[in-house]
């Protein structure tokens, strides 16, 4: 079974990538700090056997154990408001965030 990591996973677009690869059959560990996503956008997935939550911000070391086929990168406040209230955490996320990932990325690659 193919395994996918999606970042920003409680948010608005990364819950509905979760639902959409879970109803294709895909293992799925969605990923977020609830800095702006909602816990209540994926908690119906919290009792299907290839669903799980990591409460972590990926601006740091991101570690995820096991195979993992793809990476979905979605973590970041979404709105103009919340870049305001947050322009640091959302500079972080895009720079950090992403680097990490791509390490994560290059991590799992060198593993297959």
């Given amino acids: 079974m193919k395994r996918v990591l999606i970042t920003g996973g409680a948010g608005f677009l990364g819950s509905h990538l979760c639902d959409r690869f879970i109803r ?6 969605a990923m977020d700090n609830l800095i702006t996503g ?3 956008n994926i908690e119906h997935l919290f009792k299907h056997p290839n669903f799980e939550y990591y ?7 991101v570690f995820v ?3 993992l086929h793809y990476i979905l990168h979605f973590a970041s ?3 103009p408001i919340d870049y305001l209230k947050m322009p640091i955490q ?4 895009g720079s950090l965030g992403t680097h990490n990932l791509l390490g994560l990325a290059k991590q799992k690659m060198l593993e297959c």
């Fill in 55 to 61: 409460h972590h911000d990926v601006s740091k070391f």
């Fill in 38 to 40: 909602n816990i209540k």
């Fill in 90 to 93: 959302t500079l972080k996320v």
């Fill in 65 to 67: 154990p096991g195979d």
């Fill in 77 to 79: 406040p979404a709105s």
């Fill in 24 to 29: 294709e059959g895909y293992y799925v560990i």
